[in-house]
Every structure is written in C-alpha cells, then in structure tokens.
C-alpha cells in the first residue's frame, strides 16, 4: 500500500507557466514533507519541504501548500523554465523514514 | 566534499549470481537508507540504519539483505540476483540533529540482471 499518492505522473508546461503537483497521504503521523528534484541520471535532491504547522512555504519559484485537515499537499512552481524539466518527487516523514510519491515528470516547453 | 557515494555506478548480473552494493557517507550521519527506483513506483525503501551496527526492513525487503558495520558504510547484498532486482538503487543518509532532516542521495547503481 503506497504511503504518499502523487499526481500527475507526467506534466507538460509553456515557459512562463505555472506547474503543480499534487500528493495526497494517510498517515497522521508524518510530521515532515519534503519535495525533491531529480535530473536523469542523478540521485534526487531537496527542493523545499514543509512541516505541518505551516500551511505554505515560499522559496523563490517554488511553493508548497499544505493542507493538514485534506492530509494534502502540493507543489506550484512559478514563472515555469526549461531548466525545471526533471522528476519530482514528493515525501512524508516519521522518525527520518521517508516514503516517496511515484513521481512527476516535468517538462517545460520553450 | 563527497556526500554520499556508491558503488558501483553500473552493473550487469547473471540470474542466480550475488553482489554487494556499497554506500559511504562522510557526513557523520546517523540514519542510512537503500531504495530502490521503477518507472512509475517511485523511490521505494528496501532497508535502513538507525545507527552503526542496526538494520530495519523497509516497504520491499525480500531478496536483499543489509549490513551496517561501520557507522560510514552501509552495504546491500543480493544473494541471488533475480531479474526483477532489475533497477536503479538509490542510497541515502540523513542527520538526527536539529529539526532539518534531509535525506541526501547518492547518484544510483544502475543494475540489471538478466
């Protein structure tokens, strides 16, 4: 049974446009939400991460709301660029084990 | 500054044959992590480490087994490889300290076996 439900699992976006990817989780217990990138043939890294205490967090392009009572949370990203195309995963924590979503692969049209 | 580093970056096996994937971190991490990528499944978590000398099964543990002897090091063996051990293998680690908890990635063995 897959912990953290991630859609869409592919994403096509102008230049300029806004991407979101939303996941979706059971467990109340997760207390950490974290949303990595992944260039290909790299190993994922932290984009931006929230806890649940905060319903949005900002940085730069890239905005997580955080939806505690919908157990939801998504990702925006602003002003979309070619340089976003990449795999995104999002994640919910406990006691630093990480369940990862399936997945959303970007890719931003110039 | 290394990070997290594994071994090897590709690898073919033969149905029935082992290996031991190696991952070291200088980080001075306590939690180490083994997942494992497929298209459409996301990063799932084999094994992991609380600390030196610790191993816990994550959601897919069949087929693997792990080691953790120094607290650096984190080893996973495949005792008789399996097509469906096909993947991409991801090892992790990440710090108990304050309240970031970051998992940081190596950059992957590719595995195939055939």
């Known amino acids: 049974q897959q912990q953290v439900k991630q859609s869409p699992q592919s994403l096509i976006v102008q230049k300029g446009g806004i991407s979101i990817i939303n996941c979706a989780y059971e467990n109340t217990a997760f207390d950490y939400f974290p949303w990595y990138q992944q260039f290909p043939g790299k190993g994922p890294a932290l984009l931006i991460a929230?806890?649940?205490?905060?319903s949005e967090k900002k940085e730069g392009r890239f905005t997580i709301s955080f939806n505690k009572s919908a157990k939801q949370f998504s990702l925006h990203i602003m002003d979309s660029q070619p340089g976003d195309s990449a795999t995104y995963f999002c994640?919910?924590?406990?006691?630093?084990?990480?369940?990862f979503g399936s997945g959303t692969k970007l890719n931003v049209k110039p | 500054n290394a990070g997290v580093t594994q071994t090897p970056k590709f690898r073919v096996l033969k149905t029935g044959q082992s290996m031991t994937l190696l991952c070291a971190q200088d980080m001075n991490h306590e939690y180490m992590y083994w997942y494992r990528q497929d298209p459409g499944m996301g990063l799932r978590l084999i094994h992991y480490?609380?600390?030196?000398?610790?191993?816990a099964k994550g959601e897919v543990p069949d087929g693997y087994n792990v080691s953790r002897l120094k607290k650096q090091n984190f080893l996973l063996g495949l005792e008789s490889a399996a097509p469906s051990q096909t993947s991409v293998y991801f090892c992790?680690?990440?710090?108990?300290?304050?309240?970031?908890?970051?998992?940081?990635f190596g950059q992957g063995t590719r595995l195939t076996v055939v």
């Open positions: 480490s609380v600390g030196e000398g610790t191993t």
């Open positions: 929230i806890r649940p205490d905060v």
């Open positions: 994640a919910a924590s406990n006691f630093n084990k990480f369940y």
């Open positions: 992790a680690s990440s710090s108990t300290e304050g309240m970031n908890t970051e998992a940081f």
